[in-house]
């Protein structure tokens, strides 16, 4: 069964900085996307970031300028290095994957990881 494992998030006061990782499990045949959704409570889930096999990347504008998505293929891996964030970045953040496995082509979608930002 595939998995992606999320680890990062966290208590940070307003203007600190998190690294969210999210790691796709074994089986993996190709990787078609991956990225982050978050979450915020009585919000509906938004697209954070996200990067394509050919490196196209988008991003919130919300985050442009303050977040940045890379990947680590060998690992199977898609981290968010979150800098300069403020409260209104508070929320659950959910690791999304595009992927043919085993399974098939399939999207997948992680725990959820809780950041919260506050002094």
């Known amino acids: 069964q595939v998995q992606l494992v999320e680890s990062g998030g966290g208590l940070v006061q307003p203007g600190g900085s998190l690294r969210l990782s999210c790691a796709a499990s074994?089986?993996?045949?190709?990787?078609?996307?991956m990225g982050w959704y978050r979450q915020a409570p009585g919000k509906q889930r938004e697209l954070v970031a996200g990067?394509?096999?050919?490196?196209?990347?988008n991003y919130a504008d919300s985050v442009k300028g303050r977040f940045t998505i890379s990947t680590d293929n060998a690992k199977n891996t898609v981290y968010l290095q979150m800098n300069s964030l403020k409260p209104e970045d508070t929320a659950v953040y959910y690791c999304?994957?595009?992927?043919?496995?085993?399974?098939?082509?399939?999207?997948?979608w992680g725990q959820g990881t809780q950041v919260t930002v506050s002094s």
């Open positions: 990067i394509t096999s050919g490196s196209r990347i």
């Open positions: 074994r089986n993996i045949f190709s990787i078609y996307a």
């Open positions: 999304h994957a595009t992927l043919t496995t085993t399974e098939g082509f399939h999207d997948y």
